[in-house]
């Protein structure tokens, strides 16, 4: 069975190895990170990364997100 979505600590080097490999690339990539700031986002979305949670957060929005990309 293959997973449907990827919530893992991934790097942003990593995240962009998942996405070129087709095995992984249609897996969406969610990334946590205590760096809340707009240009913190910036890499991880241009390596394909779907979402960007900034830490500390609540389950329900670790939840609400994934719910939202499983729908996608």
Do not use: W
């Not at 240009?39 to 609400?64: C, H, M, N, R, T």
């Not at 719910?67 to 996608?72: F, G, T, V």
């Amino acid at each position: 069975m293959r997973a449907k979505t990827f919530a893992s600590p991934v790097s942003h080097p990593n995240c962009g190895l998942l996405k070129k490999d087709t095995r992984y690339a249609k897996i969406p990539i969610i990334m946590f990170t205590a760096r809340a700031q707009e240009e913190d986002k910036k890499p991880g979305e241009e390596l394909g990364a779907e979402a960007y949670i900034i830490k500390p957060f609540e389950s329900q929005v670790l939840l609400g997100k994934i719910k939202e990309l499983l729908k996608e």
